[in-house]
């Protein structure tokens, strides 16, 4: 299949806004090349490096690009752009150079060509995800590597909110523990505890490529023999009692299962939640409370919070 690359050069302040036009015209995703990121502060206390080639990006503004299918409707689509981006001038926003060019990209070229964005990248005191194309050799005797291949599905293991999962996994999970991993997604907060040392490991997902993927991931991080992955509503006829559980999932899914969760720990077990944005958060700590939760740690990372609470005795 042939895809179309649709590049906008225009400014920051109207990236929101045309990634919205261009989400709306069926690109699945965007990419976005600010120079701002190549002179951007970034927390490297766990030793990461960001590999960005100044090349990839404009010397001026920003650029935007999306991929649509090449098909019949191709022109029609690119034009519907163009009309919905020249709209936003009515909302005073500043489009720059508001230059659109379209270029064809094949499958196979496009499938290959974001592995240059992704790099090993220590996520914690012993957390390294690295690519699966990657040679890696761990620069401590305890260093733990989790192997992922992003472009199975669910992205690198490096979001806020996955990196502050782990690192609240690696704070709590002694070796021995079971665990349940909710929402399980590609499997590598499963992969964590089970590098951990935990004795047995129950990754649940309801979306079953979700599962497909975990399994993968799973096994070729050679934890297959503690990790257990099954297609599950949360924790709907799960049993316990388990040690730790971990949630990766939006707050609003959380608040509605904190009971269960309670009911599957033992007694001072550990919930460790994270997906849950800024203004959430009270609303999530209410509800680990009222079920009995302890509040035992609230950690920030950009704009998102993870939750370590300890059921009581």
């Known amino acids: 299949m042939k895809w179309s690359e649709i590049c906008i050069h225009t400014t920051q302040e109207a990236i929101e806004p045309i990634s919205h036009i261009l989400h709306e015209a069926g690109a699945s995703g965007v990419v976005i090349e600010d ?4 002179v951007k502060d970034r927390d490297t206390k766990f030793g990461e490096i960001y590999q960005l080639d100044s090349n990839d ?32 001038l009515v909302y005073d926003f500043d489009l720059g150079a508001n230059k659109v060019t ?9 499938a290959t060509a974001w592995k240059k964005y992704y790099h090993p990248v220590k996520i914690s005191e012993r957390f390294t995800i690295v690519p699966t194309w990657e040679t890696y050799e761990p620069v401590s005797t305890d260093e733990l590597i989790i192997e992922l291949d992003p472009g199975m599905a669910f992205g690198t293991g490096t979001h806020p909110t996955t990196v502050m999962s782990l690192q609240g996994l690696e704070r709590t999970v002694k070796p021995g523990d079971t665990v349940i991993d909710v929402g399980t997604g590609s499997g590598v907060l499963s992969i964590g505890a089970g590098l951990l040392g935990a004795k047995h490991v129950q990754a649940l997902d309801l979306d079953e490529v979700a599962v497909a993927s975990a ?17 599950n509503n949360l924790l709907d006829n799960v049993e316990g009692p388990v040690d730790v559980v971990v949630a990766n999932i939006l707050a609003e899914v959380i608040v509605r299962f904190v009971d269960d969760v309670a009911r599957v720990l033992k007694p001072k077990g550990v919930f460790i939640t994270s997906g849950i944005i ?22 920030v990372m950009e704009d998102w919070v993870a939750i370590i609470a300890q059921k009581g005795e």
């Open 35 to 38: 120079p701002e990121d190549l």
């Open 57 to 88: 990006y404009p010397e001026e503004g920003v650029i935007i690009k999306a991929y649509v299918p090449v098909n019949s409707f191709l022109g029609e689509t690119v034009e519907g752009i163009k009309e919905a981006i020249n709209g936003l």
């Open 102 to 110: 379209i270029s064809e990209v094949n499958e196979e070229e496009w």
């Open 215 to 231: 399994r993968l991931n799973i096994k070729l991080n050679k934890v297959h023999d503690v990790v257990t992955v099954s297609q």
């Open 278 to 299: 800024s203004a959430k958060k009270d609303e999530v700590k209410e509800a680990l409370i009222k079920a009995g939760f302890i509040i035992k740690e609230v950690t």
